[in-house]
């Protein structure tokens, strides 16, 4: 059979850096075609992630300062990211392979998802396990995912101000169920006009990276202490 | 002076007898009024009364003929889910994926949906008012309607992977809005917002505002103009610093900045277009908020004591569950009087 695909790397560190490039460039058939090619040479899944997904988001995380913040950029990288993670997780990404679990949505009454998108592109990129609720979800849902799901933290995006009395009850919700050590983390562009006190949050995110830094150390500084 | 000498004085940089005090509160009309907002939005005559006793309320110089962002995807076709407190949301979009904006034409404002409500209502405040206050008509602009024709998320695929099809949904919005608010400007209304959320940085990337918005609202605001607009105002809330300075080639008279630019780099980016501005909209939720929002209307207000081109307000809609006491804090560091803006 003749092979019309690109010309194969001659080696996986040059697939890596083939595979950043297209992810960074938003090319989502590149990344795959990459991807294709590096796990025809061995590659397992996690290491695509740690040296090619992660390493492409630290290099966005880089270029996006707030006077630098390009929406359609990041959404192209976005595709890119979730075409790939399918390939390599075609039924999703299983508990023990991943990080770390989270849980996302926006609230009840709230449709926007661009934002939460975001977030959990980037948290995939970085190897977490992601469960996103969607949009419009229930906290009682949200609550208990978090549970069904043993997830490290919830994650709430929230864009307009109604939804700001249903992320004051979150903490509540987890408590109910024996989840206080669960974090709650926000977002958006309504919940970072306020302070993690009037939120009954743990961190507001002021961006989807500066959000993942936040879960990072969470993470980084539990390690350190086991 | 009154309401609307107030605000055309600010536009000319001419000096006023008080900060030109124009509140972004729309759907709060109603809910403080104690009426349910799916009324509100579908009842030009509700809205008319609920604007006019919030005016009376707080002494403002404008009342907003102001619905929702949906209102002109809905007259195209759209499908909306309606709420008690709070605003509707698209259920079906107007557009499949696949389909191309070419086929539609701007709706009927004298027919279509609730557009011939918001004409009603118009005509309604100017009857009340004369010219003794602006009555300020809205209009979607052209990125936020394009994107809600399809669901944001798909229409900005298609503006990176098929633009020349997006370019025609842009043109269509913009023909929807002139003709939308050429209607408003007969039925009345002094002055023409072009709101445009969708047009922000934190969506629209700032070179795709220059090259693909920018030229639409420019002749959108020029069609507004000789449509009778005495005031054209672009409302664009979010981190606006990269596009603010092309809002004077666009020729708007009033420019909104939002919290994230401060004041002197607002006056930097604009200095001879009148801004509004920059109260951050969720603080009026905290009614404990009221003593910090009037020590920041007061800053604000000093940092445009010699400059003058100012109108005192919020860089976004003030939400309509907000705390009266953080909106009456707002008002009085205005200086406005309660009932001073009848004919
Ligand atoms: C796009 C948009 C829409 C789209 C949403 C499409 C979608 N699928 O998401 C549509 C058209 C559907 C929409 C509808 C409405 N919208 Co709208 N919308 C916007 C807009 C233009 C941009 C928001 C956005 O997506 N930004 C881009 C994303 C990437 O930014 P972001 O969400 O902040 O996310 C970043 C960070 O905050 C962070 N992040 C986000 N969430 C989280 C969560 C965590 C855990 C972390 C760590 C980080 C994080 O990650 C991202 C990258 O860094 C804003 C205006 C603006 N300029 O911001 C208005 C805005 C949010 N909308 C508004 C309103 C009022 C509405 C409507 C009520 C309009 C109406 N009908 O009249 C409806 C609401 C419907 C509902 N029930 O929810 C208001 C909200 C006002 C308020 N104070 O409540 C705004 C501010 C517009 C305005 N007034 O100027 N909207």
């Given at each position: 059979m003749v092979n019309a695909g690109p010309v194969p790397p001659a080696s996986p560190a040059n697939g890596f850096s083939l595979l950043i490039a297209a992810l960074l460039a938003g090319d989502h058939a590149?990344?795959?075609?990459?991807?294709?090619?590096?796990?025809?040479?061995?590659?397992?899944?996690?290491?695509?992630?740690?040296?090619?997904?992660?390493?492409?988001?630290?290099?966005?995380?880089?270029?996006?300062?707030?006077?630098?913040?390009?929406?359609?950029?990041?959404?192209?990288?976005?595709?890119?990211?979730?075409?790939?993670?399918?390939?390599?997780?075609p039924e999703g990404i299983q508990p023990e392979k991943g990080r770390a679990t989270f849980v996302i949505a926006t609230l009840e009454g709230d449709v926007h998802d661009l934002g939460k998108n975001i977030v959990r592109t980037v948290l995939l990129g970085k190897g977490f396990r992601v469960v996103d609720l969607g949009r419009d979800c229930p906290v009682d849902a949200l609550a208990a995912a978090a549970e069904r799901e043993q997830a490290r933290a919830v994650l709430v995006s929230g864009l307009i101000s109604t939804?700001?009395?249903?992320?004051?009850?979150?903490?509540?919700?987890?408590?109910?169920?024996?989840?206080?050590?669960?974090?709650?983390?926000?977002?958006?562009?309504?919940?970072?006009?306020?302070?993690?006190?009037?939120?009954?949050?743990?961190?507001?995110?002021?961006?989807?990276?500066?959000?993942?830094?936040?879960?990072?150390?969470?993470?980084?500084?539990?390690e350190a202490a086991a | 002076m009154n309401?609307?000498?107030?605000?055309?004085?600010a536009v000319r940089f001419q000096p006023t007898d008080r900060v030109p005090f124009v509140p972004q509160l729309f759907g709060y009309a109603a809910i403080a009024a104690g009426f349910r907002l799916a009324d509100y939005l579908h009842d030009g005559q509700l809205l008319a009364?609920?604007?006019?006793?919030?005016?009376?309320?707080?002494?403002?110089?404008?009342?907003?003929?102001?619905?929702?962002?949906?209102?002109?995807?809905?007259?195209?076709?759209?499908?909306?889910?309606?709420?008690?407190?709070?605003?509707?949301?698209?259920?079906?979009?107007?557009?499949?994926?696949?389909?191309?904006a070419g086929r539609l034409a701007p709706p009927d404002p004298a027919s279509a949906g609730r557009l011939p409500q918001v004409l009603h209502a118009v005509g309604l405040m100017r009857a009340a008012v004369g010219e003794s206050c602006c009555v300020a008509g809205a209009i979607t602009g052209p990125m936020t309607l394009a994107t809600q024709l399809y669901g944001t998320e798909t229409a900005l695929f298609i503006a990176v992977d098929d633009p020349e099809r997006f370019e025609r949904a842009l043109d269509l919005a913009t023909a929807t809005a002139l003709s939308f608010g050429a209607a408003q400007l007969a039925a009345g209304a002094h002055a023409m917002v072009v709101f445009d959320p969708a047009a922000s940085p934190a969506v629209a990337p700032a070179d795709f505002f220059r090259t693909r918005l920018q030229p639409r609202l420019a002749r959108l605001v020029a069609g507004l103009r000789a449509a009778g607009a005495q005031i054209v105002w672009l409302n664009v809330a979010g981190p606006t610093a990269p596009i603010l300075s092309l809002?004077?080639?666009?020729?708007?008279?009033?420019?909104?900045?939002?919290?994230?630019?401060?004041?002197?780099?607002?006056?930097?980016?604009?200095?001879?277009?009148?801004?509004?501005?920059?109260?951050?909209?969720?603080?009026?939720?905290?009614?404990?908020?009221?003593?910090?929002?009037?020590?920041?209307?007061?800053?604000?207000?000093?940092?445009?004591?010699?400059?003058?081109?100012?109108?005192?307000?919020?860089?976004?809609?003030?939400?309509?569950?907000s705390a009266a006491a953080?909106?009456?804090?707002?008002?009085?560091?205005?200086?406005?009087?309660a009932g001073t803006c009848r004919s």
């Open positions: 590149a990344a795959l075609a990459e991807t294709r090619q590096l796990r025809a040479l061995g590659v397992p899944p996690e290491q695509i992630v740690t040296a090619g997904l992660e390493v492409a988001m630290g290099r966005l995380d880089e270029k996006c300062t707030v006077e630098q913040f390009n929406l359609l950029e990041i959404m192209l990288v976005g595709r890119a990211v979730s075409v790939v993670v399918h390939e390599l997780y939804v700001v009395p249903q992320v004051r009850r979150v903490r509540a919700a987890l408590r109910a169920r024996g989840l206080d050590h669960v974090a709650v983390v926000a977002g958006g562009a309504a919940l970072k006009q306020l302070a993690p006190a009037d939120l009954d949050v743990d961190y507001v995110a002021e961006t989807a990276f500066d959000g993942a830094r936040y879960l990072e150390n969470l993470l980084a500084a539990e | 309401g609307l000498e107030r605000i055309l004085a009364e609920c604007q006019l006793r919030s005016r009376e309320t707080l002494g403002s110089d404008a009342v907003f003929a102001f619905t929702d962002f949906s209102i002109e995807a809905e007259a195209l076709g759209a499908r909306l889910e309606y709420y008690d407190a709070q605003y509707p949301d698209i259920v079906v979009p107007v557009l499949q994926p696949q389909e191309d809002y004077a080639e666009i020729g708007v008279d009033i420019a909104t900045f939002d919290y994230y630019v401060d004041a002197a780099a607002a006056q930097r980016l604009l200095p001879r277009t009148c801004l509004a501005g920059n109260l951050k909209s969720l603080d009026f939720l905290l009614p404990e908020a009221a003593p910090r929002i009037g020590a920041q209307a007061s800053a604000l207000i000093q940092a445009f004591s010699t400059r003058g081109g100012f109108i005192l307000s919020s860089g976004c809609e003030i939400p309509p569950e953080a909106v009456s804090a707002l008002a009085h560091a205005a200086g406005a009087k």
